[in-house]
């Protein structure tokens, strides 16, 4: 059975760096059938698509986040990660990892249990 | 990439039937036959429902079923029950391996 955990800092610092790590078990991160992507959800608002990583290091990212955002992979850990840098309070959401079925087809189908992320001082 | 349009909430009696929308743009809903969408209880992850526009998962009840007509994709709940109480979010891709969500409903069972 196919399980999503995300691990991470809880609170971050205005202006700094967000980062958080997906830890995958039951697949591969290298397998070439799936991509692995980041979800965010704000507090009562509706689900933003953050990116996506392929194994071979190709990342697909939201226009709106791209100049903040870095998604990479550890194939040696199974896990991908998530950076996002210079956030605001606007920043303060859960944050789900998930895997994409991207290739042939486009839905995500496994998500993790979700983390929520406060931006404050 | 705006996000597509839902309504805030919608409700329905016990064995009732509800319809949700989803209205995009020919770049997204209207351009592609990848709508999913997504149940989201409280304080839990999202689950898919609805992928391809119509196609169910397995395990997934046939009381779910998804359509659409050109920029504004559908799900609807037949025979209303108590555990559909939740939120609902459509997804559509956007092309050049993006994606983009809805704004979400709420589903109430009276």
């Known amino acids: 059975q196919l399980h999503l955990q995300e691990s991470g800092p809880r609170l971050v610092k205005p202006s700094e760096t967000l980062s958080l790590t997906c830890t995958v078990s039951?697949?591969?991160?290298?397998?070439?059938?799936?991509?692995w992507a980041w979800i965010r959800q704000p507090p009562g608002k509706g689900l933003e698509w953050i990116g996506s990583?392929?194994?071979?290091?190709?990342?697909y990212y939201n226009p709106f986040l791209r100049s903040r955002v870095t998604i990479s992979g550890d194939t040696s850990k199974n896990q991908f990660s998530l950076r996002l840098s210079s956030v605001t309070a606007a920043d303060t959401a859960v944050y789900y990892c998930?895997?994409?079925?991207?290739?042939?087809?486009?839905?995500?189908?496994?998500w993790g249990q979700g983390t929520l992320v406060t931006v404050s001082s | 990439q705006s996000a597509l349009t839902q309504p805030r909430s919608v409700s329905g009696s016990l064995g009732q039937s509800v319809t949700i929308s989803c209205t995009g743009t020919?770049?997204?809903?209207?351009?592609?036959?990848?709508v999913s969408w997504y149940q989201q209880h409280p304080d839990k992850a999202p689950k898919l429902m609805i992928y391809?526009?119509?196609e169910r998962p397995s395990g997934v009840p046939d009381r779910f079923s998804g359509s659409k007509s050109g920029n504004t994709a559908s799900l609807t709940i037949s025979g209303l029950q108590a555990e559909d109480e939740a939120d609902y979010h459509c997804?559509?891709?956007?092309?050049?391996?993006?994606?983009?969500f809805g704004t979400g409903t709420k589903v109430t069972v009276l």
């Open positions: 998930a895997r994409w079925e991207g290739i042939a087809d486009h839905y995500f189908d496994y």
């Open positions: 039951g697949d591969s991160i290298s397998s070439s059938t799936h991509y």
């Open positions: 990583f392929f194994y071979s290091g190709t990342t």
């Open positions: 020919t770049s997204d809903v209207g351009g592609y036959k990848y």
């Open positions: 391809d526009v119509s």
């Open positions: 997804c559509s891709y956007a092309g050049r391996y993006t994606s983009v």
